[in-house]
């Protein structure tokens, strides 16, 4: 389909800038599920975003409890060598031995990241891990120095080819780089969820550090197809049933962006979903945008949204609704 693609910061991987998140692949069963999902359904979507020219899949160990990365593993064994897709997993969030449902530990204690690696190459079914992310800040004391340094040790030993951070702020950041440098950093990025683009955004561009956004659409806020029925109609088993952005009053704001964009969509002859994920995209510094899919045609959803170019006027245009109807917090354009 000829996806355009971007350089990772200095990973020295081309990807296309839109990958596929199998974060909602891991299933209903655990504190941050997205309610019931089928397991070959996953592995289709995988297959068709494949076969669309996506070329890498971002997962992480504690989607599912080390579902998701069983899921990709699965569909790994179906793709051909020659189209096989970067895959980009993440370490540090633990679950409870008791309860599946609690919030997750999070820990970058040395040797529990090598065992969660371990973990997630038998998952994967991978010799190695193209991109191997810390998912958040540690919560226990762990200096991050001693963290980095174990992360540094597994790029050295071939488990790992390139290292990168997820939600990490400017201060943990430089004290990672003093170690070795940030390849990547994941942040979340949206028209909503905006704080991103304020200052570190600035920081990844000076030291060439690669950036692929999560949750573009805002979890589906952004998509062009949520309403306030569907949010009511959640299952208990979907997280966002407990997220701010998904009730009053911040709700009914975050759908009056998504149905000021249609007009917009509209006329540059695209959709909600792939505008929202365009605007990500237009941000100097921004390298690529993870979108999740559950079935086949949602990727069909979103898959062109690296085509979809935003003109000043377009920014402009986006900017006044951001402020009219006081959706989300953060700069509101490039």
Not at 238 to 263: I, V
Request: overall charge negative; some cysteine; charged content about 30%.
């Amino acid at each position: 389909m000829g996806i355009r693609t971007r350089k990772f910061g200095t990973t020295g991987l081309e990807i296309t800038v839109v990958g596929l998140g199998a974060w909602a692949m891991g299933g209903p069963d655990w504190r941050y599920g997205w309610g019931p999902q089928d397991d070959e359904e996953s592995i289709r979507t995988i297959e068709h975003a494949i076969d669309l020219g996506i070329n890498w899949i971002d997962t992480a160990a504690t989607y599912g409890l080390g579902h998701s990365e069983e899921v990709v593993g699965r569909a790994l064994k179906r793709i051909p060598s020659s189209k096989r897709p970067y895959i980009f997993t993440k370490c540090g969030m633990r679950a409870w031995s008791d309860d599946r449902f609690k919030e997750p530990i999070r820990i970058l204690e040395p040797s529990s990241i090598r065992r969660e690696c371990e973990a997630s190459l038998r998952r994967l079914g991978v010799d190695y891990i193209d991109l191997y992310q810390f998912h958040w800040p540690d919560d226990f004391g762990t200096p991050v120095e001693e963290s980095w340094a174990e992360m540094v040790k597994l790029k050295a030993e071939g488990k790992v080819r390139h290292i990168g951070v997820c939600n990490f702020n400017i201060e943990l950041l430089e004290r990672c780089e003093r170690i070795a440098h940030v390849e990547t950093l994941q942040p979340p990025f949206s028209m909503i969820r905006r704080g991103f683009a304020a200052e570190t955004l600035a920081w990844c561009r000076e030291h060439n550090t690669g950036v692929i956004v999560y949750s573009p659409m805002q979890s589906g806020l952004l998509s062009g197809k949520f309403s306030k029925e569907r949010a009511a109609a959640l299952p208990s088993t979907d997280w966002r049933t407990r997220d701010e952005r998904f009730q009053e009053p911040q709700l009914s704001r975050n759908l009056a962006l998504a149905d000021g964009l249609k007009p917009i969509a509209e006329r540059k002859n695209t959709n909600v979903a792939s505008l929202a994920v365009a605007w990500t995209l237009s941000w100097p510094g921004v390298t690529a945008a993870i979108v999740g899919a559950r079935r086949p045609d949602q990727v069909d959803e979103w898959i062109r949204a690296g085509d979809v170019q935003l003109d000043p006027s377009d920014l402009d245009k986006i900017a006044e609704l951001i402020r009219q109807t006081g959706a989300g917090e953060g700069p509101e354009r490039p």
